[in-house]
């Protein structure tokens, strides 16, 4: 059984920052990418940033320069640095892991979301 457990969202003015962060726990056997996606109401959910097990990123255009994804392998976690947050960043943010757990092969989860609010 696996579990993301993401904290940190919440409301703020815009032009203000937020960190979030998930935390992947349970028979973990290796974590692959990791990334984060958000959904707004009435849209579908997009993938905002991800982050290879090395390391390398990969931003969508709308957040590129302003969202930094980070992670710390020996914690199975992943963040999301938001600054200069604009009103359209309002969405649940979801954290995502392409995972192997003891025993399986890479499987795609999907956390259970955290509200941000950018509004004044």
């Known amino acids: 059984q696996v579990q993301l457990v993401e904290s940190g969202g919440g409301l703020v003015e815009p032009g203000g920052s937020l960190r979030l962060s998930c935390a992947a726990s349970?028979?973990?056997?290796?974590?692959?990418?990791m990334g984060w996606g958000r959904q707004a109401p009435g849209k579908q959910r997009e993938l905002v940033a991800s982050i290879t097990r090395d390391g390398s990123t990969s931003y969508a255009d709308s957040v590129k320069g302003r969202f930094t994804i980070s992670r710390d392998n020996a914690k199975n976690t992943v963040y999301l640095q938001m600054d200069t947050l604009k009103p359209e960043d309002t969405a649940v943010y979801y954290c995502?892991?392409?995972?192997?757990?003891?025993?399986?092969?890479?499987?795609?989860?999907w956390g259970q979301g955290t509200q941000v609010t950018v509004s004044s």
């Open positions: 349970g028979s973990i056997f290796r974590i692959y990418n």
């Open positions: 995502n892991a392409v995972l192997a757990v003891v025993g399986g092969s890479p499987t795609n989860y």
